[in-house]
């Protein structure tokens, strides 16, 4: 049965003008009478005409968003943080996974704007012309969750990539460690380009000089780690310390190490980045770099909402702490 505002009206007595304020929250309908509506609604069955409700108020309380890579817990962990803040808001989400390809952001977003979201919450590629041109022309309001995109970094909620990575590198400089073995990212994302940056900060800091030969890029996987691990050691490559670009890629690390016989934090220290919830369970428990992700996620919506509700309002990039969480991996 498909019921109606005038069913709902007729069954409590109320006019269907109060029954549709009522259904919509609206804040100058009594609490005792919202309540009852509401209860008498679902108790029927009652679905709302979103697309009749978005056509009358030129919103379709819908968020669009655009992540990276649905294998990664990383990003699971930042969409708990958007969903969480938008259904508080009372906002849905439209979510299209890209896999960290340029060409799967461009169609995500030009199909998101097609079903008329109100916003759109990205985490991009860091570095493409085509979709720069197309974010510059974009109508709509649009936050870049963790990332940045080259001269557009006002529109970024950052978590402080740099600064984390070079606290990382400065305690392994400091308690000894001469030769550090980098696992760096990705070259293509920021978050890559950052932490690279923030390694070559604390040796420049530290007045040391960084092996090229001792950094080398994975696509952020665990079996990078496993495989690059594996073949550094191989090689002979003399280490005491591994700095990872994720928590997934110390995984693959940890599991090589142990393999080839080398205890950990004993015989090298290794340092993940991330702090998954699955970190903390991890044997050797593993030391990382703590990202708000949930909080990311939350901010992100926070953000985008400000803008949704005054176009005219000015984009500024926003930077959150990170934090070192030292556990078994580590000597300290």
Known sequence: MNVKLSDIARITGFSINT????????????????????SKAEELGYIRNEVAGSMRSSRTNTIGVVSADSSNPFFAEVLL?????????????????????????????KLLIGR?????????????????????????????????????????????????????????????????????????????????????RAFREKGRVFDADLVVETRGHIDDGYSEMNRALNKGLEFTAVACFNDLVAMGVLKSLHENGLCVP?????????????????????????????????????????????GNRPYNTLEMKPRLVFRETTKR
């Open 81 to 109: 943080g958007i969903e969480d803040a938008a259904r508080k808001m009372n906002y849905s989400i439209l979510l299209i996974n890209t896999e960290e390809q340029a060409e799967n952001e461009y169609d995500a977003v």
């Open 116 to 200: 008329q979201v109100d916003g759109l919450i990205i985490i991009p590629v860091f570095d493409d012309p085509k979709n720069l041109s197309m974010y510059e022309s974009l109508g709509i309001p649009y936050i870049f969750a963790g990332r940045r995109v080259k001269g557009l970094e006002a529109h970024s909620i950052l978590h402080g990539d740099e600064e984390g990575s070079s606290e990382v590198f400065s305690y392994l400089l400091e308690t000894g460690h001469e030769r550090i073995f980098y696992l760096a990212g990705p070259g293509r994302i920021s978050n890559s380009v950052d932490r690279l940056e923030g390694m070559k």
């Open 19 to 38: 029954v549709s304020r009522a259904l919509r929250g609206d804040s100058r309908i009594s609490g005792q009478t919202s309540r009852l509506i509401c």
């Open 266 to 310: 004993e015989d090298i220290e290794v340092f993940g980045y991330d702090n998954l919830n699955m970190a903390q369970y991890m044997q050797p428990r593993l030391s990382s770099v703590d990202v708000p992700k949930a909080r990311l996620g939350q901010a992100a919506v926070e953000e985008l909402m400000l803008h949704i509700e005054d």
